[in-house]
C-alpha cells in the first residue's frame, strides 16, 4: 500500500512538473464584412469602419485575454462591445481586453464583442482575406487569416 | 385577432434619399413600410438589420412594389445621400436611405421615440460612432404603426407579418 501510494505521489508531483497550466489559444470562424458593394468605384476610400468577428478557444487549463490586435488594412483595431439595453444601443470600448476562460472560448460575434477596424486603408470586398494578428495577455501573438464575406 | 388594435399614426416625415430627392412617408401609403434609424460608420448593429432586410425583400420579391423599406440616418454630419447610397449599394438591395437637416431629422427621432448620441472612438480626433435607438417599426398600408421589432429579429418573422398586413389590405 505505502509503495502504491508512494508512486501516486511520485507520478502526481512529474504531472504537476511537466504540465503547468497554460494557456493555448486557436483562433477559428474569423470573417469580416464587406465595406463596398459591387460596382462601385473602388478609388474612393472606405467611409465606415471595419468590423471582424472570429471565435477564440482556449484549450488550456489557464484564463488568457485579447487584448489587441493588428492589421495592415487599418490603421487601428479596438476591441469593442454592442450593447444592448431594451431598446438602446451603445458601444463601449473594452480598452482592458477581454478573457478567454481556461477550457472555454471566447465569441466575437454580432451584436456582442467585436474587432472594429478604424482608418481602413482599402475597402474590403467579399471573397477576399487579409490578415490579423491577434495579442494576448499570456499567449504568444497569432496572425489569422480574415475572409472577407456577407454582407 | 391577429394584433392588437393600432394605436398611432406613424406620423409624416418628408427628408432626401440617397440620391437627392425628396422622401415623403404619406407619398407610400398603401404600402407596407419597415423603417429602422442607423447609420453609414455604424460596425456591428446597424449591418445586422440590413443584412436581414436583404433576406427579407428578397423573400417578399412577389409583392416588391408594395413594401418600401427606409433607413433614416441618426448621423447627418457625415450621411450625405452620397455616402448612404454607397453604404445601400453594399447590400445590393432597393432601400430608401434618408437624411436631411439636423433640425428636420430632430422632429423625426421626437415623433418616433428616437434616442441618438455621439460617442467618440479611435485615435482620430473627431472619430465617433452614435449609440442609438435600434428598434425596426413596421408601418401597414394605412399609414399606422403597427409592431415593433428588436434589431436581431429573424426575417422570417418579419415576412411573415408583412404578408398579414398586406392580406389585411387585400381582404374584403
Redesign the interface.
Known sequence: VTRRLVRAGVFLVLLGACSPPEPRITAREAWARPTWGDGADPTTPPAAPGVVYLVLANRGGRADALVSATTEVAALVEIHETRVDGDRMRMVHLTEGVPIPARGQLELRPGGVHLMLIDLARHLRAGESFGLTLRFAHSAAQTIQVEVRGP | MPYPEPVETAEDFTLTDQEGRPFRLADHRGRVVLLFFGF??????C??T??TW?KVQAALDDARDRVEFVFVTVDPE?DTPE?LR???????QEFHGLTGSQEQLAGVYEAYGI?QEK?P????AG?Y?V?????MLLIDATGRLRLRY???VAAEDIVHDVRRLLAERAGP
Open positions: 453609414v460608420h455604424c460596425p456591428d448593429v449591418p445586422v440590413l443584412s436583404g457625415r455616402s454607397r453604404h445601400l449599394e453594399i447590400y445590393g434616442f460617442v472612438v479611435g485615435s482620430s472619430g460612432v449609440d442609438h435607438s435600434t428598434r428588436a434589431f436581431d
